[in-house]
């Protein structure tokens, strides 16, 4: 449904991405997403979308929802950001999918679909890579989150993105240097990580 949302009365091109992006949430968040409850006691707990013994299903739900992202994605091109769904579907990877304790069968479920995406038209800003390095410094992410990671961070177009990051930046803005120096940070938390460098497209 994401060419009526473009067809809307939108103030910007912007406002027609973030309506098909809430469209696609709504639409699969009750099937993929855990959702927090509480019980008559006020206490928090976790109902995950799928059982161990169920998480084929889960993965099957999962592969919709990532040919719909790539639909919305190559359809929808902001000039100022060529990937602004794969921006989206980062920050909902990192506040509503990579939750803590979430089990493993899950977390597989994600990652083996949310790899198929068009990782190489994902240009993060700032904010994006600091979320990719809290994945291991947190503490509270899933460990296979920070091994996600480092399949799909190679893909993307780092030339292009201190490229644009220079060229943008007025003379004495810091926020080039800010960017090479989390992007050496990051390299070194991937190049320590045992179970990173022993994936085979890795070495």
């Known amino acids: 449904k ?32 855990t959702l927090q409850l509480r019980s ?17 299903l889960l993965s099957s739900l999962m592969e919709v929802f990532v040919d719909c992202v790539s639909a919305a994605q190559g359809r ?29 069968h899950v977390m597989h479920a994600y990652h083996t679909n949310l790899i198929k995406l068009p990782w190489s ?9 600091d979320s990719m390095m809290k994945l291991k410094t947190a503490g509270h992410y899933p460990p296979s989150s920070f091994v996600f990671l480092s ?7 780092w030339k292009n993105i201190v490229a644009a990051y220079c060229a943008t930046s007025p003379p004495g803005d810091p926020t080039p240097l800010q960017l090479h120096f989390m992007l050496l940070k990051l390299l070194v938390m ?11 497209d890795t070495k």
Not at 151 to 157: A, D, K, T
Not at 190 to 200: F, G, N, R
Request: one cysteine or more.
């Open 2 to 33: 994401w060419e009526e949302a473009v067809s809307m009365n939108t103030a910007s091109l912007k406002d027609a991405i973030m309506n098909c992006w809430r469209m696609l949430v709504e639409v699969f968040v009750p099937w993929i997403a």
């Open 40 to 56: 008559n006691s006020g206490e928090p707990s976790m109902l995950y979308p799928s059982s161990d013994v169920e998480w084929g």
């Open 76 to 104: 929808l091109r902001d000039p100022a950001n060529e990937a602004p769904i794969m921006g989206l579907l980062w920050q909902y990877y990192c506040t509503s999918l990579a939750l803590p304790r979430t089990p493993h």
């Open 121 to 129: 038209t994902y240009l993060p800003d700032l904010a994006a890579i």
């Open 151 to 157: 399949r799909i961070f190679p893909v993307f177009p």
């Open 190 to 200: 991937l190049a320590a990580e045992k179970e990173v460098m022993d994936q085979e």
